[in-house]
Every structure is written in C-alpha cells, then in structure tokens.
C-alpha cells in the first residue's frame, strides 16, 4: 500500500463511518514510533505509522485511520477533539475505533540491570547502570557486582 492508496482509503472511511467527506491529505510516516497516526491541526493532513499495516494489517489500520478521523471532523466542527474530551470518546465508540494504538504497547519494554553484594547477597535492580567501583552495598558498605539484565 502506498500513500495514494492510503489517501483514498481514509476517504473511503470517512465518507463511509462519518458521512462527510475528507478533503486534506493521508500519508505514510515512518519516522512515528510509538504512535499509530497523528493528525496535524495547522495544515488537517493526517499522519499513519506503517507499521500498523505492515505488522498489524488491514483491520487495525482501519481502526487507526477511524481514530484520527474523530480528531479531523470534531476539530473541523469547531467541537473539542482532545483524547480526554466526551465527545471525542462518543464519537469514537459509535464508530468503532482504536482508542490505543498496538504499537504504544510494545515500545515501552525496558531493560533493568541486577547488582548483587558480594558480602550480605542483597541484590538491586536499577533501571540506569551503576559504576560498581563507586557505588557500595547501602545495608554492609560491601563491594557491588554486576550480575546480568533482565528484560
């Protein structure tokens, strides 16, 4: 699917789910991470991961595409179109959108780091790694050691 295909999906989706018609333009954004698609309020063109597609497929998109298609037509009725506004997750629900995307889910994986004592056994689990020549054990002042990560 390229980007022309994409523009006249979410057409199709918008004239189809919300009975008016979209008039900017839909495109592919590799550089999102984290995010399913984004809609811009200075210029009304939409923004879509294509890791949706790619990874998730044709229903999920879809679904993202329905989602950021609340954004566009609640902000082009001048009505409040913020994920925390009512009429947002009304319009939503009535038509059947994502209110996550997939993607946020899996980005958020972090790896801790596991230090032991090397005198009193106590381990620490630490999110940023320590200098261990530094840092001492806080119940016997005993000499750290790294032992692996846990993911």
């Known amino acids: 699917m390229n980007n022309s295909d994409l523009n006249e999906l979410v057409k199709k989706v918008s004239q189809e789910y919300f009975g008016k ?6 495109y592919f954004n590799s550089r999102l991470k984290t995010t399913g698609g984004r809609f811009h309020l200075k210029d009304r063109n939409i923004d879509i ?3 949706i ?4 497929g044709y229903d999920t998109l879809v679904g993202v595409i ?3 298609l609340c954004h566009y037509h ?4 001048g009505l409040p179109a913020q994920h925390r506004d009512r009429s947002f997750k009304i319009l ?8 996550y995307s997939p993607i946020q889910s899996q980005a ?3 790896t801790y780091h596991l230090y032991q004592c ?13 200098d261990t020549k530094r840092f001492v054990c806080g119940k016997c002042h005993g000499r750290l050691e790294y032992l692996r990560d846990i993911k």
């Open 21 to 26: 018609p979209f008039i900017h333009r839909a």
């Open 118 to 130: 090397v005198k009193c056994q106590t381990q620490y689990i630490r999110v940023r790694r320590i």
């Open 108 to 110: 958020k994986k972090k």
């Open 92 to 99: 939503l629900k009535q038509v059947d959108g994502l209110r």
């Open 49 to 51: 991961n294509p890791k």
């Open 66 to 68: 329905k989602h950021e």
């Open 74 to 77: 609640l902000y082009n009725d």
């Open 53 to 56: 597609y790619q990874q998730f």
